[in-house]
């Protein structure tokens, strides 16, 4: 199985700051992997396939990057509907998500 | 506009058995693959299972051979049969239409969830 390492699990950030999110995979995925928001009580909302493209109503600020075995969410200005968990998945094998990240209010 | 609303779950005895079920709307069910996410509480996500148009099924190794997914298509129904529950089957489950194909799959809409918790 394809493992996948989520980092930070964890950060705390301030309205307007930039945020970058990586997920690593134990072997190369090409760019099946798909990255998800998630707000508590809430389903999972889907920000990018295919490791860079930005899923319909997604606003701009977020952005995918990455091939291969890494790769990277990020946020250019945070803003407060930000402040959720977020989850990579790869669909490269048998579909698995990372551990997440919390993004928390610095 | 995409609706996916799961129904079925509750608390379930350990060894017991529970089908949930998930009604969709807003788009061409029968050609849409479907799955099922579940999220144990203060968890992470994992994938659970996928069913194909075609028909084909795959599951997660942890719910192999307790668990089968179905689909009715005159009724826009995806289900989840769940049987020999333990107490790491507890948590929400979502269903989550599944777009794109091979390995270029995401899922792009989701329900709200059903809860399931199995405790004595």
């Known amino acids: 199985d394809i493992q996948m390492t989520q980092s930070p699990s964890s950060l705390s950030a301030s309205v307007g700051d930039r945020v970058t999110i990586t997920c690593r995979t134990s072997?190369?995925?090409?760019?099946?992997l798909n990255w998800y928001q998630q707000k508590p009580g809430k389903a999972p909302r889907l920000l990018i396939y295919?490791?860079?493209s930005l899923q319909s109503g997604v606003p701009s600020r977020f952005s995918g990057d990455g091939s291969g075995t890494d790769f990277t969410l990020s946020i250019s200005s945070l803003q407060p509907e930000d402040f959720a968990t977020y989850y990579c998945?790869?669909?490269?094998?048998?579909?698995?998500f990372g551990g997440g990240t919390k993004v928390e209010i610095k | 506009e995409v609706q996916l609303v799961e129904s079925g779950g509750g608390l379930m005895q350990p060894g017991g058995s529970l089908r949930l079920s998930c009604v969709a709307s807003g788009f061409t069910f029968s050609t849409n693959y479907m799955s099922w996410v579940r999220q144990a509480p203060g968890k992470g996500l994992e994938w659970v299972s996928v069913?194909?148009?075609?028909?084909?099924?795959y599951f997660a190794d942890s719910v192999k051979g307790r668990f089968t997914i179905s689909r009715d298509s005159s009724k826009n129904t995806l289900f989840l049969q769940m049987s020999s529950l333990g107490a790491e089957d507890t948590g929400v489950y979502y269903c989550?239409?599944?777009?794109?194909?091979?390995?270029?799959?995401?899922?792009?809409?989701w329900g709200q969830g059903t809860l399931v918790t199995v405790s004595s």
């Open positions: 295919g490791a860079s």
């Open positions: 989550a239409r599944t777009s794109g194909n091979y390995q270029f799959y995401s899922y792009d809409y």
């Open positions: 072997q190369t995925i090409n760019n099946y």
């Open positions: 069913t194909y148009s075609g028909g084909d099924t």
């Open positions: 998945q790869q669909t490269y094998s048998t579909p698995a």
